[in-house]
């Protein structure tokens, strides 16, 4: 900046050299009017910014209106000036224009650079006149390389390349020497030598690639304190998300090998600039920083003591390898740095020896796997070392017997080689809305594999959302909620604490040992989590809330600008623009409210980027501070669903995914279920009101009146989510019922429905007749199938059986006792257990339906490939199929002095409460599921000598050995073995 001279910028343009004219006085920016605005004032403008000539003198805001004071008006340059504030003008605020009139430049500009991946890379081309001319290397050094990269505000240079990768020029070549120091703020204000005398070709050209990241105070280009350029500004990185990932993809991209250690604490001194509270989410193998999910939303204030810091490896060097190729730093191909290049290493006889010196050299732990990489992940550039025989003990790969004779690799046909470290486990989160929501994978050995969700819970969640630094676990999805993986399933039965670094270093399974099948894979969503939505909005206009810590909050409107609401919108999915309305209500929030002063920036790509006050419930407390907007878009007449398929999936409730259509309001119709991206009927198969039961639940509106089936609503045209459906009536939703797999071919009686008791009292539709289930009936109860039948008889005749084994018995210890009283009645009653087994207990639970079962959520021993169904959990079988292993075989009848067992009794199993049920239910009210209808039992033949036992105290049928077992309630809501008592007193 010239001395003496006001600050010039020109902002909201396509680059540095082009926008609107704003000028610095008294420590604030303002535009200049552009009453008699021409070419030389924009000359000076050009100048002073060290952008070559001036193309255009823009006027009437072309570069969009400011809000600033107008500093400068009438402003009349000759073109000769240092500066524009040595222009003549009005005086220093004085004007009578209004923004609309704000004046721009467009300047040549002095230096570019072409042929890179960004406008920050490229080949170094300046400006001569009207020509652009390549600069040689030989006349560029790496100070013009720091004034280049400063000019352009992106930040600092990388190390030079050996040869420009940019590509050749074809235009003139630049003749002069660039004697810059480094300081200088454009390379217009370096000093130029003389015309060089050598001749320079295209193939010479020199290349800069720039960053925004820089080490600084360190003791080497390779360790210091993390800053980063933002809009020409240097500032430093917050610590507070600042992690071993991020800093090896720091370390790669400066040419400083791998991150060794991230000290804290101010190690290398306090910055004093800006503090940039941006987090940056890399998993390792990112080119740069910039390529990382960046939130700076919510960030919580920052200070230098905690300014971001690393110390890196170092340059490469005659003894680095590297691994290129994989999912971290620590797999892929081997590479090793010789020559001043990174070559490949090629060998015939690759093996774990070789990979344990690799992974430890590299820092990486030991050795999983050692492998020739197929085609397609074959290097193809020179080769660094032929030949490796180590025993696996040396400090480093050219340590190892490298004098392998060529004919013999010839032989063998040596090939690329690549190993897979220890250090290369990560987790990840897939199929999620969000880095912070979706199944978990952990990547081991070479590929990514899931986790069973036997077990599954909040500390084991908590892990994997700490390795993530993703906060604290809010919720521990199972049953493949985000979806089933594919491939491995690497660990089953997770038994974590919660303060385990690592999801591996958890108790668990042996590796790849399981009982599961990708329908159990387990799922995370973690605190840090983040959507948007619009309240109580169908549409694209609402009051704007944000998901955060589990819970929606409301976004205060304080500072809100117009790229705030455009961002917002875009985020949305409702077009990339939007309108701020204010003052729609007044009175006091309730409810949380997370944001305030949302701040995005001209520049910022998306919501979350944008900074903000710090997370906080109670952000703002009246309604009038609520925002609300308006975009220009419609979103697609989708509800929000988990998944991918969902834009904002993980806050989407059971309730939102369920719908009732037909009906009035809501809470009768046709039963919907919104499941892979779309609405899918509900087959009307075994449709019962324990699930009608459940619908109303899950949509919020009560209890079921009855279940309607045969398409009471209509027939819905969408595909057909579930088969067979059966719930007990206490589940929160559909889709934690079990279920048979789904088969569109086999729903034969059209959709279910239901009529909740929140609808306004209505006529029920009138079921039509059922072939192969007999006459329509307004409660499940009276519905009796065949296998109900078989069991009612089988029962009779077991209970007959189980009377003449008794009357047997009698007979028998009378005749050895030699007793008178051989006639007379048993003292007690006698139980004999028939082949107990828990799994008949599960199979007479849901007798009334038919067949076995398969919930949504998988259990162990499901098969997806052999499509078999399994029992249901919670319910185990008995080891052999044998139904009396384990149980006590019927004893003797005990004498009449003789006391009972210990922990004999009624056996009682506690009963789930349900909506609707209540004291005055009649008996025998279906409340879940259908109680047995009661069986006369048969009394012994008349002819028989024992007469009937008395009534005496119930013996327990106890599932094994001196083990005490809850009981059942007669007429209660769930289905169980009823004791039986023998004869009649």
């Known amino acids: 900046m010239f001395e003496g001279a006001e600050e010039v910028r020109l902002q909201d343009g396509p680059s540095r050299c082009a926008g609107r004219v704003e000028v610095k006085h008294q420590g604030q920016w303002g535009t200049v009017c552009d009453d008699s605005w021409d070419m030389d004032d924009a000359a000076v403008v050009c100048k002073q910014l060290g952008c070559g000539s001036a193309l255009e003198a823009p006027q009437e805001a072309h570069f969009g209106p400011g809000s600033d004071p107008i500093w400068m008006d009438d402003v009349g340059c000759r073109g000769t000036e240092s500066a524009l504030s040595d222009c003549r003008h009005r005086g220093w605020g004085q004007h009578n224009c209004a923004h609309t009139e704000d004046a721009g430049v467009r300047c040549a500009g002095f230096v570019q650079l072409v042929g890179g991946d960004s406008p920050c890379s490229g080949r170094v081309e300046i400006r001569d006149g009207n020509q652009w001319k390549t600069v040689c290397d030989s006349d ?249 025989r180590c025993a696996g003990h040396e400090a480093g790969l050219t340590l190892c017997n490298t004098s392998v004779p060529e004919n013999a690799l010839a032989a063998g046909i040596a090939e690329d080689v690549g190993v897979t470290c220890e250090g290369s486990r990560q987790v990840r989160l897939v199929n999620g809305p969000g880095r912070c929501a979706g199944r978990v994978e952990i990547y081991r050995q070479g590929s990514w594999g899931t986790i069973c969700d036997d077990g599954w819970d909040l500390p084991d969640a908590a892990v994997v959302c700490h390795q993530l630094g993703c906060g604290r676990a809010v919720e521990a999805a199972v049953a493949a909620h985000f979806g089933k993986g594919s491939g491995r399933i690497w660990l089953d039965g997770v038994n974590c604490s919660g303060a385990e670094g690592a999801l591996w270093d958890c108790p668990a399974q042996p590796w790849e040992q399981h009982d599961c099948a990708h329908k159990e894979d387990a799922g995370v969503v973690c605190s840090e989590f983040m959507s948007l939505r619009l309240e109580h909005s169908n549409d694209c206009s609402g009051y704007l809330q944000v998901y955060y810590n589990g819970t929606w909050g409301s976004v205060c409107s304080n500072s809100m600008t117009l790229q705030t609401v455009s961002l917002a919108c875009k985020e949305l999915g409702c077009g990339d623009e939007g309108t701020l309305d204010l003052q729609l209500l007044s009175g006091k929030l309730s409810g949380t409210a997370w944001l305030d002063r949302v701040q995005c920036g001209e520049k910022t790509s998306s919501f979350w980027q944008c900074p903000s006050n710090p997370w906080n419930p109670e952000s703002c407390d009246t309604l009038q501070e609520k925002t609300h907007i ?110 048979r797999p789904r088969d569109s071919s086999t729903c034969q009686y059209t959709d279910a429905a239901v009529n909740c008791s929140a609808a306004p009292s209505t006529t029920a539709p009138t079921p039509r007749a059922d072939p192969t289930r007999g006459p329509p009936t307004s409660s499940s109860s009276s519905r009796i199938s065949l296998p109900i039948i078989i069991c009612i008889i089988l029962g009779a005749l077991l209970c007959l059986l189980l009377a003449l084994l008794a009357g047997q018995a009698r007979s028998a210890r009378a005749g050895r006792r030699g007793s008178e009283r051989a006639w007379e009645p048993f003292p007690d009653a006698v139980y004999e257990e028939i082949g107990y087994s828990q799994a008949w207990e599960k199979q007479a639970r849901f007798s009334g339906k038919g067949g076995s079962l398969t919930e949504l959520r998988p259990h162990a021993g499901d098969s997806e490939e052999e499509g078999g169904l399994h029992p249901a959990p919670g319910v185990p079988v008995l080891p052999g199929g044998d139904p009396a292993d384990g149980y006590d075989d019927a004893g003797e009848v005990s004498d009449p002095g003789e006391d009972r067992a210990p922990g004999q009794g009624d056996w009682e199993l506690p009963r789930a409460p349900e909506e609707g049920a209540g004291p005055g239910d009649a008996p025998g009210e279906s409340t879940g599921y259908d109680d047995a209808e009661e069986v006369p039992l048969a009394h012994p033949p008349e002819d028989t000598k024992a007469a009937p036992p008395e009534l005496g105290t119930e013996q327990s049928l106890s599932p094994g050995a001196g083990e005490p077992v809850p009981a059942v309630e007669l007429g209660a809501a769930w289905r169980e073995e009823r004791t039986v008592q023998l004869g009649e007193p």
Request: proline fraction near 8%; charge should be neutral.
């Open 140 to 388: 560029f050094g790496p100070q013009a390389a720091a004034v280049v990269c400063g000019e352009l505000q992106c930040g600092a240079p990388l190390p030079v390349p050996v040869a420009s990768p940019f590509g050749k020029g074809d235009g003139p070549i630049w003749g002069r020497e660039l004697q810059c120091v480094g300081s200088e703020a454009f390379l217009a204000f370096c000093p130029m030598g003389s015309p060089r005398d050598q001749p320079c070709t295209h193939a010479n050209a020199a290349g800069v690639t720039c960053t925004p990241f820089r080490l600084v105070n360190g003791s080497t280009p390779c360790d210091g304190r993390v800053e980063v350029q933002v809009l020409g500004t240097w500032g430093t990185l917050c610590a507070s998300r600042w992690d071993p990932p991020d800093a090896h993809v720091l370390c790669r991209h400066l040419g400083c090998g791998v991150a060794e250690s991230i000290p804290r604490g101010g190690h290398f001194g306090r910055g004093t600039g800006p503090i940039w509270r941006d987090s940056f989410h890399c998993d390792g193998t990112e080119a740069h920083l910039g390529l990382c999910p960046v939130t700076a939303l919510g960030a919580p204030p920052c200070a230098h003591e905690n300014d971001a810091a690393v110390i890196c490896s170092g340059p490469a060097n005659a003894t680095s390898l590297r691994l290129v190729g994989g999912e971290s730093r620590c797999d892929g191909r081997v590479e090793i740095f010789q020559g001043g290049m990174w070559g490949r290493v090629l060998d015939d006889q690759w093996d774990l020896a070789e990979a344990r010196v690799v992974c430890r050299q590299l820092r990486c732990g030991g050795a999983e796997t050692a492998y020739n990489p197929p085609k397609p992940q074959r290097g193809t550039g020179p080769v660094g070392l032929r030949g490796v």
């Open 630 to 739: 308006t975009c220009n878009g419609r979103r697609p007449e989708t509800p929000p669903a988990p998944g991918s398929k969902c834009p904002n999936a993980t806050t989407c409730t059971d309730r939102e995914k369920i719908r009732a259509v037909g009906g009035a309001d809501g809470c009768s119709g046709r039963v919907e279920i919104w499941h892979d991206g779309s609405w899918q009927r509900v087959c009307d198969n075994s449709w019962d009101k324990q699930e009608a039961e459940v619908a109303c639940r899950q949509l919020g509106c009560g209890s079921a009146l009855y279940p309607l089936d045969n398409a009471a609503f209509g027939k819905g045209t969408g595909p057909v989510w579930l088969e067979r459906v059966y719930c007990r009536g206490t589940e929160l939703s559909l889709q934690h019922c079990s279920a």
